[in-house]
């Protein structure tokens, strides 16, 4: 296949993201007792190559002898076309070979405006979408990621979803397929044997029953060994666990091109709108020791000249100071950059941001979130305007000119007062940095202020809200937009439609695999990228399926409703969701519960005992 392959790279725009080869990339020596897993990221190279969970499967699997584990990206609407009219098959990174060639391959769902390019990536390798039509001749189809945590929407396309961190368990799902491909591959014996191990949910032995009202009567699985419940997977010592030393270093640019240090999973602000903050729980930290030796190695693996520290929430690790120290120290005279994202306002360390700036500047991020302190009191985000901005003040001192502010639109229980309040504190921003004496700032101030739309996720507080209509998300744009002109500021926001559907397949049950599809054959791809969107090819979806998607977006859901995602367990209690609903309705705070305990079930149902 190589010389045909070759020969199409000659006609695409950028060769780089399907030339493979490259330094620290894995070839190996393939022979009949090798398990061949194609690790499928539904996106371009640019975005794939810059996921951590990528490095992190690629380099665990293929450090065995008898896994070989290659990549799949999502080819650019110029590869898809040369394909498509010379009828060949989509090929993985590492070999060339058509992914129809791999025994396995895996999915990661980070976004749930990329499942039309899991469509599209088995389609070009002449898959079928159904898990019902492959056979023993097809790879098993695998999900995995965020978005797996509620995966019915995908249920009649996937033959398994993992749930959690999968390092260990894909491994286990590897042994059990080395096992049965000895004894003559089956694969429903395979699914019968993978569904035992914990982690692993088989949609196909699970039945679907609705209402009248459209709403699910229940999920049951359709034997009695099949668990009633799925527990996600962690790894309990995240010190211990894998973490590769080197990663693969691209040809061509892409969005995060440094290296990037894992320091801990987990978040215990308890966010309400957050899914990542209910999801990775328990907290657990990778100690600063063992993050610099990593660090160490992964430079002089890959010659990159920034780290980035990789977290949820950087600065509640208990060891920050002492790993920022340490890499300023070893790397600071080699000019050796350091990005700390995800910092809060709250514990923004002034002593810290000045270390890092001493090596070099790039902008400061921060996200409020919420424009007034009573909304972000109803959504637990527990930071003051003040707080804001001393930050941003102690910055333009230090000599910072461009800062980025993230908010969200359409929160439950936000008003007009609200979004007035993102503005206000735009302009408050500004007025900081005309306030810092003209001899200590720098000069071309630059603030970006964005605004995503809320989403209500699965396994949040708010998995039960409705999401604002696609015309109230406009307005408050558009209302937004006039009250931020302003020569400094720039006014970013995410398209209403795009957020509609998001909110459609986040809450989504598997009724919607057959819109899927029929979006799909319809020419819908790259819904995440605005150019590509076909809202209106959607809407003729839902139609032709009988489906109105605002009954999964805009509708409120009662606490007694069964969820598509219910028979998913991921230590965080329903009653620990209702109670912070409850609480975000009285504008209640609750506590970081590194301070104590706040009840969510995790530390009973997963670990025992104290997280």
């Given at each position: 296949m190589n010389e045909k392959v070759e020969e199409i790279l000659y006609k695409v725009e950028k060769p780089s993201r399907y030339i493979g080869g490259e330094i620290n990339s894995y070839k190996k020596v393939i022979n009949e007792?090798?398990?061949?897993?194609?690790?499928?990221?539904?996106?371009?190279?640019?975005?794939?190559?810059?996921?951590?969970?990528?490095?992190?499967?690629?380099?665990l699997l293929n450090?065995?002898?008898?896994?070989?584990?290659?990549?799949?990206?999502?080819?650019?609407?110029?590869?898809?076309?040369?394909?498509?009219?010379?009828?060949?098959?989509?090929?993985?990174i590492e070999t060339h070979s058509s992914i129809s060639n791999m025994d396995i391959i895996g999915f990661t769902l980070q976004y749930e405006l990329s499942y039309s390019n899991v469509l599209n990536i088995l389609d070009l390798g002449k898959i079928p979408f159904k898990s019902s039509e492959r056979d023993e001749s097809h790879p098993i189809i695998i999900a995995g990621g965020p978005c797996a945590y509620n995966p019915e929407p995908l249920a009649d396309i996937v033959d398994i979803c993992v749930l959690g961190e999968s390092e260990e368990l894909l491994i286990e799902i590897c042994n059990v397929y080395k096992k049965i491909k000895k004894e003559g591959f089956v694969k429903d014996r395979f699914l019968q044997e993978v569904c035992k191990i914990e982690g692993v949910y088989v949609p196909s032995f699970y039945e679907v029953k609705y209402k009248e009202d459209n709403t699910i009567r229940f999920v049951k699985p359709k034997k009695e060994e099949y668990p009633a419940k799925i527990k996600k997977r962690i790894i309990r010592e995240l010190n211990e666990a894998f973490y590769p030393e080197k990663v693969i270093v691209?040809?061509?640019?892409?969005?995060?091109?440094?290296?990037?240090?894992?320091?801990?999973?987990?978040?215990?602000?308890?966010?309400r709108f957050c899914q990542a903050g209910m999801i990775y729980r328990p907290i657990r930290e990778r100690k600063s020791a063992r993050a610099l030796e990593?660090?160490?190695?992964?430079?002089?693996?890959?010659?990159?000249?920034?780290?980035?520290?990789?977290?949820?929430?950087?600065?509640?690790?208990?060891?920050?100071?002492?790993?920022?120290?340490?890499?300023?120290?070893?790397?600071?005279?080699?000019?050796?950059?350091?990005?700390?994202?995800?910092?809060?306002l709250d514990s923004f360390s002034l002593k810290l941001i000045e270390e890092i700036q001493k090596v070099r500047k790039t902008g400061l991020t921060f996200a409020p979130e919420a424009g007034t302190q009573r909304l972000r009191d109803v959504i637990n985000k527990g930071v003051l305007e003040k707080d804001l901005i001393e930050a941003v003040t102690n910055a333009f001192g230090l000599g910072w000119s461009t800062v980025k502010l993230y908010f969200m639109i359409g929160l439950p229980r936000e008003n007009y007062e609200d979004i007035d309040?993102?503005?206000?504190?735009?302009?408050?921003?500004?007025?900081?940095?005309?306030?810092?004496?003209?001899?200590?700032?720098?000069?071309?101030?630059?603030?970006?202020?964005?605004?995503?739309?809320?989403?209500?996720?699965?396994?949040?507080?708010?998995?039960?809200?409705?999401?604002?209509?696609?015309?109230?998300?406009?307005?408050?744009?558009?209302?937004?937009?006039g009250k931020l002109r302003h020569?400094?500021?720039?006014?970013?926001?995410?398209?209403?439609?795009?957020?509609?559907?998001?909110?459609?397949?986040?809450?989504?049950?598997?009724?919607?695999?057959?819109?899927?599809?029929k979006a799909f054959n319809k020419g819908c791809r790259f819904d995440g990228w605005q150019e590509h969107f076909l809202y209106n090819n959607w809407m003729e979806a839902f139609e032709e399926c009988g489906?109105?998607?605002?009954?999964?977006?805009?509708?409120r859901r009662e606490y007694d409703e069964v969820l598509p995602w219910d028979h998913i367990d991921v230590g965080v209690t329903k009653k620990y969701l209702i109670d912070e609903n409850e609480k975000s309705k009285e504008e209640k705070l609750t506590k970081d519960c590194r301070i104590s305990c706040t009840g969510c079930g995790i530390n009973s149902g997963f670990i025992g005992g104290v997280c």
């Open positions: 007792n090798m398990i061949r897993f194609g690790f499928a990221f539904p996106d371009i190279y640019e975005v794939g190559m810059s996921h951590l969970g990528m490095h992190i499967i690629y380099n450090e065995l002898d008898d896994i070989y584990c290659e990549r799949i990206f999502a080819p650019w609407v110029d590869m898809e076309e040369i394909l498509r009219k010379e009828d060949y098959p989509l090929f993985t691209p040809f061509a640019d892409v969005v995060h091109d440094r290296a990037m240090i894992e320091i801990f999973r987990g978040c215990t602000r308890g966010c990593l660090a160490d190695k992964l430079l002089k693996n890959t010659g990159y000249e920034e780290i980035s520290i990789s977290s949820l929430s950087t600065s509640d690790y208990s060891e920050l100071n002492e790993l920022v120290r340490g890499l300023i120290k070893n790397y600071g005279d080699k000019k050796i950059g350091l990005s700390v994202p995800s910092m809060r309040g993102i503005a206000d504190l735009g302009r408050k921003v500004v007025q900081a940095y005309y306030d810092t004496p003209k001899e200590n700032r720098k000069k071309g101030l630059k603030v970006t202020v964005s605004t995503s739309s809320f989403v209500p996720k699965p396994f949040t507080p708010f998995q039960w809200e409705p999401q604002d209509k696609i015309d109230t998300l406009v307005e408050k744009q558009n209302y937004l937009k020569k400094n500021i720039t006014y970013n926001y995410h398209d209403s439609k795009t957020s509609f559907l998001e909110g459609v397949f986040a809450r989504g049950d598997r009724r919607l695999g057959e819109v899927l599809i489906i109105d998607p605002s009954f999964y977006a805009n509708r």
